[in-house]
């Protein structure tokens, strides 16, 4: 009898926590939506209340499905420490990999109260938050930048060597080189090399070409959006006043001028002559 009662206490515990655990997933996906920094990463055969990714704040604007393959490592670095950070607090947690988006997560297991879920979803996110703002995590990301020089260099030299080939040895003369581009002027893409920029967001290298096209075309759509210029408004303005300011100067003028004329022929005694024609 003995055996029978403990298998059914343990039987009724079991229950219990599959009945919390069931009730913990209907709400899981409303307490992670409001926290940005976590993000839902399915899992399969999973018998828990669900997984989360926790996401670095320099990857957050770009959407989890589009990352690319530096973006997923910074994550997985990141969450796998996070896993290990929990795990010293509540052995619920455990790390997993989440196929949809190819990157670490943070896995709940079973809870025996889903009150719990709550407390433990915001333990995710703020010792996340903690690894994030932490000394190695900074000395991680001075490493990718140094290593994003490091590439952006051995691409500016291995353009400068090719330009330099193609060139040739007379274009390096300072006298030579104007003569020989006079005779074979240069294509227009090998008279300058291009500059190089590091996104930290992507984690890749691209040409500032790409960066100026960019806010130029910005720029552009600016301003044909806005055809009505404030400033060539005041300005043309400001072009009417002044003409009118100059033709009421001019006027003035005129007017005194001839006053003095006045004057003059008045104090001189100098009468104008009249003509008068009669009639016979």
């Known amino acids: ?74 994550v997985c670095h990141l969450n796998l420490e996070l896993v290990q950070s929990l795990r010293s607090v509540d052995t619920a947690f455990s790390a997993g990999e989440s196929p949809a988006y190819s990157v670490s997560c943070v896995k709940f297991g079973m809870l025996s109260n889903d009150k719990d879920l709550t407390d433990l979803v915001h333990l995710v996110a703020e010792r996340g938050r903690e690894i994030e703002q932490s ?37 390096q003369i300072p006298l030579m080189s104007s003569l020989v581009n006079w005779f074979s002027p240069l294509d227009k893409g090998l008279q300058g090399i291009k500059g190089r920029s590091f996104d930290l967001k992507t984690g890749q290298i691209q040409s500032t070409e790409v960066y100026y096209k960019h806010r130029f075309m910005n720029r552009s759509d600016a301003i044909s959006q806005n055809p009505h210029n404030p400033v060539a408004k005041a300005s043309i303005e400001s072009t009417k006043k002044q003409s009118v300011n100059s033709s009421r100067d001019t006027i003035q003028r005129d007017i005194a001028l001839g006053n003095e004329t006045e004057n003059d022929i008045g104090s001189s ?10 009639l016979f």
């Open 135 to 171: 000394q190695k995590y900074m000395e991680s990301l001075a490493e990718m930048i140094r290593q994003g020089i490091e590439t952006a260099n051995k691409d500016l030299k291995r353009e400068n060597d090719e330009r330099f080939m193609q060139e040739g040895m007379m274009r």
């Open 1 to 74: 009898m003995d055996h029978v009662h403990k298998f059914i206490k343990k039987l009724s515990d079991a229950l219990a926590i599959i009945e919390s655990t069931i009730n913990a997933k209907k709400r899981f996906k409303e307490i992670v939506s409001k926290y940005p920094s976590l993000g839902l990463a399915p899992v399969h055969k999973w018998a828990g209340v669900g997984a989360v990714c926790y996401i670095p704040s320099i990857v957050r604007e770009t959407p989890m499905n589009e990352w690319n393959k530096k973006q997923r490592q910074q």
């Open 269 to 278: 005694g100098c009468s104008v002559p009249s003509f008068t024609t009669s």
